[in-house]
């Protein structure tokens, strides 16, 4: 059964810092993997998607890089600011189209 | 990147009674799906709708509970039946693209007194 972890569960930093936010997974036979955020009491703003045969995607000031062997991805945001904070969640599909969330990580950026 | 509208976007219930939420999507997509988010937890797959055929439901989710309808490739609606506090929830649509991208509707919030 594939189980996706988010580490930290919850990050504050100020803003303009550059941060890194992770995922790892359990069973690395994925299709894609796609992280979300998410504001509070809203749903799900697709920010990147990675497919399997992929290392990286990019998009403004975010960048996801994948290491399926090993079971993880990594969001990397430049330049943090206060409109990032969100909830930030990985999703990965495996077999079957099976969507798997994770555990989701809280960031707040401080002015 | 295809546009998902819910309705409602909100709404307070009584227990017992029952709330349909319907999903409205831009363009014609082939799998469309129902989650729940409950107070503090990720997304649960409650079912994927299928266009012209029964809903596949997941372990520990169940149609008479959760009624689903599709009645063509643009629309579905979920219906919360019964309703008891335990229902109160954050329920999204969500549709995949042919790239495999997954897209969310603003999610409909519940509340059952």
């Known amino acids: 059964k594939q189980e996706v972890t988010q580490i930290p569960a919850a990050l504050s930093v100020p803003e303009g810092e550059n941060l890194v936010l992770n995922c790892s997974f359990t069973d690395s036979a994925i299709y894609n993997l796609q992280w979300f955020r998410q504001d509070p009491g809203k749903g799900l703003t697709s920010l990147l998607l990675i497919q399997s045969s992929q290392r990286e995607q990019t998009s403004g000031r975010l960048n996801a890089s994948l290491d399926k062997s090993s079971g993880r991805s990594t969001l990397y945001i430049a330049a943090s600011q206060p409109g990032d904070s969100a909830t930030y969640l990985c999703?990965?599909?495996?077999?079957?189209?099976?969507?798997?969330f994770g555990t989701g990580t809280q960031l707040k950026v401080e002015l | 990147s295809a546009v998902i509208s819910q309705k409602p976007s909100r709404d307070i219930c009584q227990r017992g009674t029952s709330l349909t939420i319907q999903c409205q999507v831009d363009?014609?997509?082939?799998?469309m799906f129902w989650y729940r988010q409950q107070p503090g937890q990720s997304l649960t797959l409650i079912a994927t709708?299928?266009?012209?055929?029964?809903?596949?439901?997941e372990s520990g989710f169940v149609i008479d509970k959760f009624p689903i309808s599709r009645p063509n490739l643009t629309f579905s609606t979920l219906t919360v039946s019964n309703m008891s506090p335990e229902d109160s929830s954050i329920y999204l649509c969500s549709v995949r693209e042919g790239t495999g991208e997954l897209f969310f509707g603003e999610g409909s919030r519940l509340t059952v007194l």
């Open positions: 363009s014609q997509v082939t799998m």
């Open positions: 999703a990965v599909t495996g077999g079957g189209n099976k969507l798997t």
């Open positions: 709708a299928n266009q012209g055929s029964e809903a596949t439901y």
